[in-house]
């Protein structure tokens, strides 16, 4: 597999401006498991004020919060899609993010790149931020 580099990024003012218009977190891979990376960042996000709205195949409930098998299930505004699947599957949510309408931001992890899906989630007038941290990045911010 090849790497690819963000052609498509939020700098950091931009960063904090969506930290700071951003309540609601939909999740796509949080994982129930409390040693994945997805599980510690969702639990810092919700320690630091966050709705944190989880997407994932099972379980009911993951810290606390009701689980959505897709995006398109969540009945209520997202204000931010954080994505811990792989760089294959960032297009479908990108997709997801689009039909919805309502995002403002689409999130990529840490390592997680893909520049297609980021331009055209940017076309859709959705900010974009690719292979950083939201835990990392707003303990630096905030």
Known sequence: MECEFPSVNSNNEEIKEIFKNTKTI???GLSPNEEKASNMVA???????FKIVPIYPKEETILGEKVYRS???IPF???????????????AVVDACIARGDIDCVWTQLGLVNNEAA??????GMKV???KCTKIEHANLF
């Open 119 to 124: 331009q055209k989630a940017e076309k859709a």
């Open 77 to 91: 505004k997202i204000d931010m899609v954080d994505v811990f699947r792989k760089p294959n599957a960032i297009a």
């Open 26 to 28: 939909a999740i796509a």
């Open 43 to 49: 639990r810092y996000l919700q320690r630091a004020g």
């Open 71 to 73: 995006l398109e299930e």
């Open 129 to 131: 931020v690719q292979n």
